[in-house]
């Protein structure tokens, strides 16, 4: 049973830093700043609650898997305000989106 | 170990009581009878958090890069501010879609999407729905 869980572990822990390369690869891909915006996401959500559920598997059900059950709950309730706030100031900034751009080429 | 965490409970406890009867309570704190449906919720969303993480993906590993991101306005049909802060975000929590301005006076929230799908799935509406039965309005 303790190596199925921990197979089980270390295969979340593999697909939540493929998914954490995939975001830093799109970082640097995507043209500009809401969709890099999107990029980013994708760590912070998939990535990074992968990876934490891996490491509660990991350490069974102590004190310690508590802790990490809330980093997991203040990431996600951090990370979509910070987005949010980011975005906002973008547009207050004056900062167009190449959507909007596109549409009025059109 | 055990004596710290019951007497912290027990304090915090206290405190609620004191706050009761003091009347400062108000519908702003935390929700405690949407809970057992929120456990619903959040699964739900985390199901497709990871469906969105995996399209986002694809077109991020996309050879050459292909994308059309789509900026556009949503009516919200939440109608307490509570439920339309909980909409607004998940649809920045979710890959692919980011709530960019609100506007709690009219319920309209101006959104960034990275592609036609993302946007499609948002105006579907299926995740409006499942909030307005989340906070228990009836006319859903």
Partial sequence: ?106 | MVLLLSLGALISILIVIYQYKLKILDDESLPIAILPRAIIYWIWLYKEILLSSLFVSKLILRFPMNISPKYFKLKSNQKTTMGFNIYANSITMTPGTISVLTNNNDKVIQIHAISEETKSALLSGVMDQKIKKLMGDKDV
């Fill in chain 1, 1 to 106: 049973m303790g190596i199925v869980f921990s197979y089980f572990s270390n295969f979340m822990l593999i697909i939540g830093s493929l998914f954490l390369l995939i975001g830093a690869i799109g970082l640097i891909r995507m043209p500009d700043v809401f969709t890099r915006m999107h990029a980013a996401s994708v760590m912070e959500t998939a990535g990074a609650s992968l990876i934490i559920i891996g490491l509660i598997i990991n350490t069974g059900f102590t004190i310690v898997s508590l802790k990490l059950i809330v980093i997991l709950l203040a990431i996600f309730y951090i990370s979509s305000v910070a987005t949010h706030a980011l975005a906002r100031a973008c547009i207050h900034d004056d900062l167009k989106p190449i959507a909007i751009n596109k549409e009025s080429d059109q």
